[in-house]
């Protein structure tokens, strides 16, 4: 079946641009994380969704960085005036359940390089 | 220091060895213990997961988790080619925060032909 999907796999961004990443989660998914994974290091978590409420935004880095989820489904990762450091791979994962949380099914991520 | 440690290897072994991948951790609260695998430019796939400590096996391999210790272990056995990955560890706590998985750095495994 069609797991997480996320678009654009490849964004290339110069500084103080806007960007937009969307995340399409597995269908009936009710949880939904966005992660920030620097080159060599694993996955931080950066936001929490479930259905359309936003339940964690402890790990978004900055007030540049927005998060949203309006009907349930899709979600959008929103970086305003991007800085060389927030160059990463930004990870997508949905889960079926509320709890427990462990079985986060992936996306492929959206590398994000800003120049 | 970070509440996962991970050796970032990178580890080369020759087919069919068995391969042992380790995590320490520093936070008491974890309860929820996992491995994921990442092929390059992929996203993570959960491999196993274990609730507290105890052994987990399934095909060719095997989760342990030493809450005593802090120390969490994955191995292969008959390792193939197709193993060659970043192994990441994960973990959650129980209760109100346990959705927020916190990674180790991954160790680069080659499964040398």
């Known amino acids: 079946g069609a797991g997480v999907s996320q678009s654009p796999r490849y964004k290339v961004a110069k500084r103080g641009q806007d960007v937009a990443l969307r995340c399409d989660p597995i269908?009936?998914?009710?949880?939904l994380f966005w992660y920030q994974q620097a080159l060599g290091q694993g996955p931080e978590f950066l936001t929490y969704?479930?259905?359309?409420?936003?339940?964690?935004k402890s790990g978004l880095p900055s007030d540049r960085f927005f998060a949203e989820r309006p009907e349930g489904s899709v979600s959008t990762l929103k970086i305003q005036r991007t800085q060389q450091e927030d160059s990463a791979v930004y990870l997508c994962?949905?889960?079926?359940?509320?709890?427990?949380?462990?079985?986060?099914?992936f996306g492929p991520g959206t590398r994000l390089t800003v120049l | 220091q970070k509440e996962v440690e991970q050796d970032p290897g990178p580890l080369s072994v020759p087919e069919g060895a068995i391969v042992s991948l380790n995590c320490t951790y520093s936070n008491s609260a974890f309860q929820y213990f996992m491995w994921y695998r990442q092929y390059s430019r992929k996203g993570p796939e959960l491999l196993m997961y274990?609730?507290?400590?105890g052994n987990k096996e399934d095909g060719r391999f095997t989760a342990q988790v030493d809450k005593s210790s802090k120390y969490i272990s994955l191995f292969i056995r008959d390792s193939q080619p197709s193993d060659s990955a970043t192994y990441l560890c994960a973990m959650s706590g129980s209760g109100g925060s346990n959705y927020k998985l916190t990674f180790g750095k991954g160790t680069l495994l080659t499964v040398n032909p």
């Open positions: 994962a949905s889960s079926p359940r509320r709890e427990p949380y462990n079985e986060q099914f």
């Open positions: 269908s009936g998914h009710v949880s």
């Open positions: 274990t609730y507290s400590s």
């Open positions: 969704f479930q259905n359309e409420a936003q339940l964690d």
